[in-house]
């Protein structure tokens, strides 16, 4: 396992910008898979987006193609993710997990962090 811890959270208005970042510890914490999940109150945790230990292939949900980047810098343990032209559907807990094998499934990921609140108004 490694451990991971978020930043970058806030509070932004409609169509605005966020980048959150994930730093990872541990010796192995460049082989790993990385992803960011997020929660909405009331809802099940969704995958949002992945990137391979690489950095050279990533996956996104539907919802966020096109306006969210997942990046990594493994060189820093970090893991970025840009979010663009945010929208109140976007609000939630982001949480960043890693595991061994590129999966949307949070059951699959077997390390995450404490989570960061993204809260879009309208």
């Known amino acids: 396992q490694v451990q991971l811890v978020e930043s970058g959270g806030g509070l932004v208005q409609a169509g605005g910008s966020l980048r959150l970042s994930c730093a990872a510890s541990?010796?192995?914490?460049?082989?790993?898979?990385m992803g960011w999940f997020r929660q909405a109150p009331g809802k099940e945790r969704e995958f949002v987006a992945l990137i391979h230990k690489s950095g050279g292939i990533t996956y996104y949900a539907n919802s966020v193609k096109g306006r969210f980047t997942i990046s990594r810098d493994n060189a820093k343990n970090t893991m970025f993710l840009q979010m663009n032209s945010l929208k109140p559907e976007d609000t939630g807990v982001y949480y960043c997990?890693?595991?061994?094998?590129?999966?949307?499934?949070?059951?699959?990921?077997?390390?995450w962090g404490q989570g960061t609140q993204v809260t879009v108004s309208s």
């Open positions: 997990e890693a595991t061994r094998i590129a999966s949307i499934l949070k059951k699959d990921y077997d390390s």
């Open positions: 541990g010796r192995t914490a460049g082989t790993y898979v």
